[in-house]
């Protein structure tokens, strides 16, 4: 075995460099020498690193294929909800739907109806939140201040054709709360997220509409009936 080759580099480098310098060219000049004597500069890129800062090569021509349970990016509807159409799960609207009062369920000093919303069209729909409602008197006035919504976690009701949902109406019994009443001639209830309401013809006799307790409140739609 012949005598150990010097990389000149090396030689010339120890020499001439000062302390640190030489140091870090001292290392360059023992790897440069380790690998055949390269040392033009070029850094070698360690195995596994190539390449990291650029998205992986698709597999196909296709869009990537979700998890099960997950959404894939991209995939939600963009389109404007006032011109999309009622296709099977899209929001009730009021022309789809009949508003009628359930049967009254008594309680300790109140009084407790559900509103009732049918699907009356040809799809399936959904309700969410909560309805508007207004007493009205013969001429369309209305009687008393908006119901207050009850402190209530909406869900989304998913009305298939002649299936309904109900809100709870509610107040305290007049006779007790001492409160100012009116008779209304109708109950106009607007279904969740839109404008036009049905009109309801009432017939419960008074309602609280100022003064102690005149408070009336209402719930979210729920599936049924409420009966």
């Avoid at 407790?112 to 959904?126: A, Q, R, S």
């Avoid at 006035?141 to 119901?147: A, F, M, V």
């Avoid at 809100?167 to 109950?187: K, N, Q």
Wanted: hydrophobic share 35%; proline share 12%.
């Amino acid at each position: 075995m012949g005598p150990a080759r010097v990389c000149p580099s090396l030689h010339r480098a120890t020499h001439r460099a000062t302390p640190l310098v030489g140091a870090v060219a001292l290392l360059s000049l023992l790897t440069a020498c380790g690998n055949g004597g390269d040392t033009t500069g070029a850094v070698s890129t360690p195995p596994g690193t190539a390449g990291r800062t650029t998205a992986p090569a698709a597999t196909g021509t296709g869009s990537p294929t979700p998890e099960p349970g997950t959404t894939s990016p991209g995939a939600a509807d963009t389109a404007s909800p006032a011109t999309q159409s009622a296709g099977p799960g899209s929001r009730c609207h009021t022309s789809e739907l009949r508003a009628a009062i359930g049967r009254p369920s008594p309680g300790a000093g109140q009084r407790n109806f559900p509103i009732v919303l049918t699907n009356t069209g040809g799809h399936t729909c959904t309700l969410h939140g909560y309805p508007g409602a207004a007493f009205v008197d013969a001429s369309g006035k209305q009687l008393g201040p908006d119901p207050k919504r009850t402190p209530d976690t909406p869900m989304t009701v998913t009305l298939t054709p002649g299936s309904s949902a109900w809100a709870g109406l509610t107040f305290a019994s007049p006779e007790i709360s001492g409160a100012r009443t009116a008779v209304p001639a109708a109950l106009l209830v607007t279904p969740p997220d839109e404008r036009d309401p049905l009109k309801v013809a009432w017939t419960a006799g008074e309602v609280p509409v100022a003064g102690n307790e005149s408070s009336v409140f209402v719930t979210i739609v729920q599936p049924g009936t409420g009966g």
